[in-house]
């Protein structure tokens, strides 16, 4: 062998103590590029439920609104156990008195413990709202999901009567429908039910056309999946936002209505009190007491305010993310 031939033949190809070749090494990954990947591989997923609440907390107002909200009906709850005196006991020596050690908030008219019948009424009027959104949710969901997905006439003849309801004034379409059923509070409940029931069924039906159009709806569609799953499965899962945000406002809304329908004599009746019947009879006395009529009144805007402040915080956490990161 030539000596020269082999002199560049090693010189060529190099060889390391190792054996390899360093033309046969894997470049090294400089060690600030491997931490930065580890630490990305380290770092949490968001899930939906954490960006939720990240999104909702980060709202100050939404949280203290739904604070007190969750308050109001935890006192709903255990009314029983923090009354002080039963809310239909009468004591007529002790009529329209005012605040005192045994009766805390006064009495009403006919010696009634205020106290115990504001907490007594705000039970029946967020029992009586509930009795309304969820009549809303049972006649607007459907309606809203079928005139949506089929289209067609039937959309037409459904959204046509949903607009025959809307042409009527909410409170003068309930107060008809009370006086067909008869006055009382779940009658009440259930005629602003009705009354309400078109807004769900456009909301819903609006969200469904938009849904139809995903590629996963076209797929389950493709390959012979019913409509009934397909809605099931594929629709009304994603239309439950917009669905939660209008159920809150509806809540305060049907309050209001109550205690208009409770004013007028057709909501709830005698012994019960919801916080609407309570200021129909005090305002007879509002001359003699002010307590009487003042404190349903507030409660009842501090609950419908409350739920209004809860549905837009929940409508903002709920939306699509923003530029500022909300």
């Avoid at 005196?85 to 020596?93: K, Q, S």
């Avoid at 607007?140 to 004034?169: E, K, Q």
Wanted: net charge neutral.
């Amino acid at each position: 062998m030539d000596p020269a031939k082999a002199t560049t033949d090693q010189s060529a190809d190099p060889v390391t103590p190792d054996g390899v070749s360093p033309d046969d090494r894997t470049p090294e990954t400089p060690v600030h590029e491997t931490r930065s990947e580890a630490e990305a591989l380290a770092t949490p997923v968001e899930t939906g439920w954490s960006r939720f609440g990240r999104r909702f907390r980060s709202q100050g107002t939404a949280v203290a609104a739904a604070g007190f909200l969750a308050f109001m009906v935890l006192v709903s709850i255990f009314a029983p156990f923090i009354m002080t005196h039963p809310p239909n006991e009468a004591n007529l020596l002790a009529a329209l008195s005012g605040p005192s050690a045994e009766h805390w908030l006064g009495t009403d008219d006919l010696g009634r413990d205020i106290f115990s019948r504001l907490i007594y009424a705000g039970r029946l009027s967020l029992q009586g709202a509930g009795i309304a959104v969820v009549v809303a949710l049972v006649l607007g969901v459907p309606a809203g999901l079928v005139a949506g997905y089929s289209g067609g006439w039937l959309d037409t003849v459904i959204m046509r009567i949903v607009d025959g309801v809307m042409v009527f004034p909410s409170l003068i379409l309930a107060i008809a429908i009370v006086g067909i059923m008869g006055p009382g509070l779940t009658n009440a409940m259930i005629a602003i039910g009705i009354t309400y029931f078109p807004y769900f069924a456009r909301i819903v039906r609006g969200s469904t056309l938009t849904i139809k159009e995903e590629v996963y709806v076209h797929a389950a569609r493709s390959i012979g999946a019913p409509s009934r799953m397909i809605l099931r499965r594929h629709i009304l899962p994603n239309i439950l936002s917009p669905l939660i945000v209008q159920s809150t406002l509806a809540l305060g809304l049907a309050i209001l209505s109550e205690a208009a329908l409770s004013f007028i004599g057709l909501g709830a009746q005698t012994p019960e009190a919801s916080w609407g019947s309570m200021l129909r009879r005090a305002f007879t006395f509002i001359d003699h007491s002010m307590l009487g009529i003042i404190l349903p009144g507030v409660m009842i805007m501090l609950v419908v305010l409350a739920f209004n402040l809860a549905g837009d915080g929940l409508r903002d956490a709920l939306g699509r993310e923003t530029r500022t990161g909300k």
